[in-house]
C-alpha cells in the first residue's frame, strides 16, 4: 500500500509566508513614504530655485541697462536707477530695489518719476512689485572699478543668493527725445 504525498502547505508554513510577507510589505511601505518625502522636498526647493532665477534674471536686466545707478543705505541695501528694463512698457522708467522694513519683504518699484519725488497724489505714476518670501539681507556691492556688481540675498529659511556679473559703465542716458538731433542731410517733409 502506497501512501499518498500531500502537495498543500501545512499551517505553520502558512502563517511564516504571511509573517515575510507582512514584514516586505513594511518595508515597502516605508520606502514609497521616503520616496514621496524627498519628491516633495525636491518638488519644493526646484521651484524655490526656479523663482529665485527669475528674480536675479530681472534684477539682472535692471542693473545691466541701468543708466545711471546709486547704491545707497547701510552697505548697499537701497538700489535706485534710471534703465532701459521695463516690466510695464514705460520708457526709461526709475527702478529702485529695496527692503520694506515693516514687511520685510523686497520690493521693486518702478515709475516715470524718481523714487524721492513720490508722494501719495502722484501715485499713478508707479508700480509696486513685492516679492513674496521674507527677506532678511538685501545687499548690492560694486568692484572699486565698477565694473562688476555683486547681488547678494537672503531669504528666510533659505541658502543666500549669491550672483556676480559683469556691469559696463554706460554711457549718460538720452532721456529727452524731443531734443535729439536729426541726421544731416535729412529735411523734414513739408507740412500740409
Known sequence: MQQ????????????????????????????????????????KKSQSSFYNQRLVSMMQKDLF????????????????????????????????????PDLKKLVRF???????KMTARNNAYYHMSIIPKECEVFKIYQSKKKDNLLIYIQFKGEEP??????????????TNR??????SGVTPAPRR
Open 65 to 100: 541697462f541701468a543708466l545711471n545707478l546709486k547704491l545707497e543705505g547701510h552697505e548697499n541695501s537701497f538700489a535706485d536707477m534710471q534703465t532701459t528694463n521695463s516690466l510695464f512698457d514705460i520708457d526709461y522708467p526709475y527702478v529702485t530695489w529695496f527692503i520694506k
Open 4 to 43: 499518498k504525498t500531500r502537495s498543500a502547505f501545512t499551517l505553520i508554513e502558512l502563517i511564516l509566508s504571511i509573517f515575510l510577507l507582512g514584514i516586505i510589505v513594511y518595508f515597502l511601505y516605508a520606502a514609497v513614504a521616503n520616496l514621496q518625502k524627498s519628491n516633495q522636498i525636491f518638488s
Open 110 to 116: 518702478e515709475s516715470t518719476l524718481p523714487f524721492r
Open 161 to 174: 543668493l549669491v550672483y556676480e556679473f559683469y556691469k559696463p559703465l554706460a554711457p549718460p542716458a538720452d
Open 178 to 183: 524731443s531734443k535729439r538731433k536729426k541726421p
